[in-house]
């Protein structure tokens, strides 16, 4: 199965669970909490192209990228993605349906379904500009700029060198906006979106939030997915552990029953 070359950590056996994690981390740091799956299921972490303990091959783009998953698919799996995983988790599953168990998008950040939102198309603005005016040779700075486009505005206590090879993957990354993504219609596989509740009365995380929100609803209708909110967390609901760790649960399972 090819892999190009990408790091895949797995937790546990049974059925194959593939995860792909978002922006600035890898695998393992992404999707901790939801090792306790791994009493049932076998989970794949992969990293990216360039971040965590994967080579930086070239192969970034859009099309490189979810070919690369899909290969990761093998003869079927559960899929699941964050933000610009989700990206790529979802033409990842354009490309192979057949060996999609269950296609799950945590907070994805296609925008460019969005466009006509006005929250959406403001993000899209914002993370542009940070885009255009960051200097690629002080990753902190431009990860700090990115956070605080979004509406984030603490201070990470430091970064390690491993923390800056992952920032460095993604600055040179495709913006998730620019993404081609195929005319999409209804699944033959179950799909879920979850999205954070994204609990602030801060105008620009409000706005944020809206973004996604205007982004999952988009996508739930048109694959004919399930949307699910978690109320207490933002952009990482998968890292509320154990609420969110049920609720994906009780979606494969159901999922499972299905003949595939």
């Known amino acids: 199965m090819p892999t190009s070359g990408l ?24 999707w901790t909490e939801q090792r306790p799956l791994s009493s049932r299921w076998r989970l794949l972490l992969v990293d990216r192209c360039g971040h965590g303990r994967s080579p930086d091959t070239g192969r970034s783009g859009w099309n490189e990228q979810s070919e690369d998953v899909a290969n990761l698919l093998g003869d079927g799996a559960h899929l699941v993605g964050h933000s610009y995983g989700g990206t790529v988790a979802l033409l990842a599953a354009l490309r192979r349906p057949a060996a999609i168990h269950s296609l799950t998008l945590i907070e994805p950040n296609t925008m460019g379904l969005a466009r006509d939102n006005v929250d959406a198309a403001a993000l899209i603005d914002r993370l542009s500009s940070v885009l255009s005016e960051m200097d690629r040779s002080d990753p902190m700075r431009a990860y700090v700029a990115w956070r605080a486009a979004i509406g984030f505005t603490s201070q990470p206590d430091g970064f390690t060198d491993m923390d800056l090879k992952c920032i460095r993957a993604s600055l040179q990354e495709p913006p998730p906006w620019k993404a081609t993504i195929p005319p999409l219609h209804r699944q033959p596989f179950p799909v879920l979106v ?13 706005s944020t939030a809206r973004a996604f929100r205007a982004v999952g609803e988009r996508l739930a209708e048109i694959l004919g997915g399930e949307l699910v909110t978690l109320q207490d ?27 595939h």
């Open 7 to 30: 790091h895949v950590t797995e937790w546990g056996s049974g059925q194959p669970l593939l995860f792909v994690h978002g922006s600035f981390g890898f695998g393992e740091e992404h």
């Open 194 to 206: 979850v999205l954070g509740g994204w609990p602030s009365e801060d105008p620009l995380v409000v």
């Open 233 to 259: 967390s933002f952009h990482n609901p998968q890292l509320l552990g154990a609420p969110f760790n049920d609720r994906l649960e009780a979606f494969l399972l159901a999922a499972e029953s299905r003949p």
